[in-house]
C-alpha cells in the first residue's frame, strides 16, 4: 500500500514538473515574443548616431494631409446651389465660415452646416502628394510622424471621422500615431506642420517650430518669427530639407 502512494505521489510530482515545465516555456516564449514586437515597434528608427533623440514631426490633417477647403466649396455648392459663395482664389482668414457670414447671417449659418454634417471629414480628398510624403516621413531614420488635428467643438461625426480618414488612407497602424487637441501649443514636437497661421494656446512659446504649409486662405499671410512656409508636398517640395535642418539644430544642442 505504502508504495502504491509512493508511486502516486512521484507521478504526482513528476506531473506538475512537467506542468511547470510546459507553463515555463510558453511564458517564455510569450514574453520573447512581446520582446521582440516591442523591439520591433520602437527600435524600427533609431535616431542617427549624431543625433542624441529621434526628430518629432506633428502633423496637422486639415488642410495639410486631407482638402478641407476644397471639399467644403463642393458640398456648399451642391447643398445651396442658388447661395453667393467664395472661390478658392478668393478666400482669405482661417475661418471659412468668417467669411460666409460677411455675405450674410444665413449664408454663415449654411457654412456651418456643411462640414457639421455626417460624413464630411470621412469625405475629404487627399492634398495632392500628402499621403506619400507621410509615409516617407514615418519611414525616415530618427523621425517619428504624429498626426495633431483639432476636431470642431460640434464632435459628433467629426472626431470618429478622423479615424477613419486615417485608417482609411493610411492604416490602422496610424491610429498609434494620432493626437487630437483643441490645444497645439501643449503638445511636445520639434516641427508642427500647420496651414493655420496663429496657433495659440496655453504653452507660449510653444516646444515646436511652426511650419506654415500653404493653403488657399493664407497665400498672402507673411511668415512670423521663426516660422517657415511650406508650399505643398509635390516634389519640388522642400519638406525634407526643413526636417534635415532641424534635425541639425536638435544634434548640435
Ligand atoms: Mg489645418
Keep these: 500500500m505504502q508504495n502504491i502512494h509512493q508511486r502516486a505521489c512521484r507521478n504526482l510530482v513528476k506531473h506538475f514538473k512537467l506542468y511547470k515545465d510546459v507553463f515555463s516555456s510558453q511564458q517564455g516564449r510569450l514574453h520573447r515574443e512581446t520582446t521582440v514586437q516591442r523591439r520591433t515597434f520602437s527600435g524600427k528608427k533609431m535616431a542617427p548616431r549624431n ?32 447661395d453667393p459663395f467664395v472661390p478658392l482664389e478668393e478666400r482669405s482668414g482661417f475661418y471659412v465660415t468668417k467669411q460666409y457670414y ?14 457639421e454634417e455626417k460624413g464630411f471629414f470621412l469625405n475629404l ?3 495632392e502628394g500628402a499621403l506619400e510624403a507621410a509615409r516617407e516621413m514615418a519611414e525616415m531614420e530618427g523621425v517619428d510622424v ?3 488635428t483639432s476636431p470642431i467643438k460640434k ?56 511650419v506654415l ?19 505643398g508636398w509635390l516634389p519640388h517640395s522642400n519638406w525634407r530639407d526643413i526636417l534635415e535642418q532641424k534635425r541639425q539644430e536638435i544634434s548640435d544642442h
Design 51 to 82: 543625433s542624441p533623440r529621434n526628430l518629432r514631426v506633428l502633423l496637422d490633417m486639415d488642410g495639410v494631409l486631407a482638402d478641407f477647403e476644397g471639399q467644403f466649396l463642393k458640398r456648399f455648392r451642391e447643398k445651396y446651389p442658388h
Design 102 to 115: 460677411d455675405l450674410g447671417q444665413d449664408i454663415g449659418t449654411k457654412a456651418f452646416s456643411i462640414y
Design 146 to 148: 504624429y498626426i495633431c
Design 213 to 231: 504649409f500653404t493653403s488657399w486662405h493664407n497665400r498672402d499671410v507673411v511668415p512670423q518669427g521663426s516660422q517657415i512656409r511650406l508650399d
Design 125 to 127: 480628398q487627399p492634398i
Design 155 to 210: 464632435y459628433t461625426h467629426c472626431v470618429v471621422e478622423k479615424y477613419q480618414w486615417l485608417d482609411k488612407h493610411l492604416g490602422k497602424e496610424w491610429m498609434e500615431r494620432m493626437i487630437l487637441t483643441r490645444d497645439k501649443t501643449v503638445i511636445n514636437g520639434d516641427l508642427l506642420i500647420d496651414d493655420k497661421p496663429n496657433i495659440t494656446g496655453g504653452m507660449n512659446p510653444p516646444m515646436w517650430q511652426h
